[in-house]
């Protein structure tokens, strides 16, 4: 028998009838013995789960069967561990599973960093403690590829960029570059939620990783209207100039940079502004394809019938949900309509209220949702078609 730490607990029971003569033991101080650790092996990447340590080396770890298709019925589990005082990044470079059916699920410290589905490139989470899970679940039906990731120990002082700690000053600041993850991180204007100084001119630059977006939540935002402004843009593109009060509104880059710039002038100032910002991944799709779901963001975006401003097939049976964020709504600016009367129709709705039906011919009608969701349904019968419609939609 070999201890693996520096104690061996013998017990010895008798139940009290017949006695023998017992055992007898020696024991002797032996050297250390090496034992074999818990580490990540070619083997055991694509396994079913596994506990690890985190050190200051990359280690890499997926889904079963990478890159083949992970099986039916998964339920795979992930424990890593680093150094006391020090962190767990995990950098999710592709998952690829069935959307909204399969999911990785990855916490820390008993809190929910993440709980994915679908299609995601170049994703960084860091644990809040020393310990980060992941959990990959998969259903009876559809599989794909999976995920392929890699995880090392880091210092809390190393990643700024996700470090709460570490943002709590910085946040606050006269504008920072950054670097967006799925993690929400904070941006402040000067001094808040104290009023920010005359004069200020501060400029942020938040960027994204290639084929991503950077998503801003206003929150919060109070300045001397028509003098104090904060200046939105993206992709040399003005997306807002705010000034005055205003609070939850969303904004959405262009490309994978955002740029924020914020100005007073020499007399009057308020608490300014108090926002957050996110790496998002884009909705893949076109303005003119047969139904998707989208996020209503402060910047305007266009949707449309199939095939226009050409006509639209027969049979058309097309849904778009559309979401703003808690407390906004959606609205819809219906900017041109063209339907074969009484026979192919648009509808919209919103938190199971029909807000209209529409057919014929249409233009410039507003539409706006009774809670955070829009829903649009388009038909068509198998006969006339028409060039169908045009519009955009917002959140507010």
């Not at 985190?54 to 890159?67: E, K, L, V």
């Not at 266009?302 to 778009?320: E, K, L, V």
């Not at 964020?325 to 009367?341: A, C, H, K, P, W």
Request: contains cysteine; glycine residues 6%.
């Amino acid at each position: 028998m070999v201890s693996l730490d520096n104690q061996v607990m013998i017990a010895f029971t008798t139940d009290g009838t017949i006695n023998a003569k017992g055992f007898r033991i020696s024991f002797t101080l032996a050297g250390a013995v090496t034992i074999p650790t818990t580490t990540t092996t070619t083997n055991e990447l694509a396994a079913c789960g596994f506990n690890a340590v985190a050190t200051s080396t990359s280690q890499p770890i997926t889904s079963p069967n990478y890159p083949n298709s992970y099986p039916s019925n998964a339920d795979c589990t992930w424990a890593i561990t680093a150094s006391d005082g020090m962190r767990v990044q995990l950098n999710l470079i592709r998952l690829s599973t069935e959307r909204n059916y399969d999911y990785l699920t990855i916490s820390s410290d008993g809190t929910q960093l993440a709980r994915i589905s679908g299609t995601y490139l170049n994703r960084i989470y860091t644990s809040i403690g020393n310990t980060l899970t992941l959990r990959f679940t998969s259903d009876r039906s559809v599989t794909r590829s999976g995920f392929n990731a890699t995880f090392v120990e880091v210092h809390p002082t190393t990643t700024p960029e996700t470090t709460t700690a570490e943002l709590t000053t910085q946040a606050s600041s006269c504008g920072f570059n950054a670097v967006a993850t799925s993690t929400s991180q904070p941006i402040t204007s000067p001094n808040y939620p104290n009023n920010y100084p005359n004069n200020a001119d501060c400029t942020w630059t938040i960027t994204a990783s290639d084929g991503m977006r950077v998503q801003l939540s206003l929150i919060r935002f109070s300045t001397e209207k028509n003098y104090d402004y904060l200046t939105i843009s993206s992709d040399r593109t003005r997306l807002a100039r705010n000034s005055g009060t205003y609070s939850n509104r969303i904004y959405t880059s262009i490309g994978n940079t955002l740029t924020l710039r914020f100005t007073s002038d020499r007399s009057v100032t308020r608490s300014g502004f108090n926002a957050t910002f996110v790496e998002y991944m884009p909705v893949i799709t076109t303005a003119s394809s047969c139904g998707f779901n989208a996020v209503a963001t402060s910047t305007s975006q266009p949707i449309t019938s199939p095939n226009y401003p050409r006509n639209y097939p027969n049979n058309a049976d097309c849904t778009w949900t559309i979401t703003a964020s808690d407390g906004m709504r959606v609205q819809l600016n219906l900017i041109r309509f063209s339907t074969e009367r009484s026979f192919d129709y648009l509808t919209i709705s919103s938190d199971g209220t029909q807000l209209a039906r529409n057919s014929g011919i249409y233009s410039n009608r507003k539409y706006t949702s009774i809670g955070n969701t829009l829903t649009i349904r388009f038909n068509s019968d198998s006969s006339a078609t028409r060039s169908g419609f045009n519009a955009t939609f917002v959140g507010h």
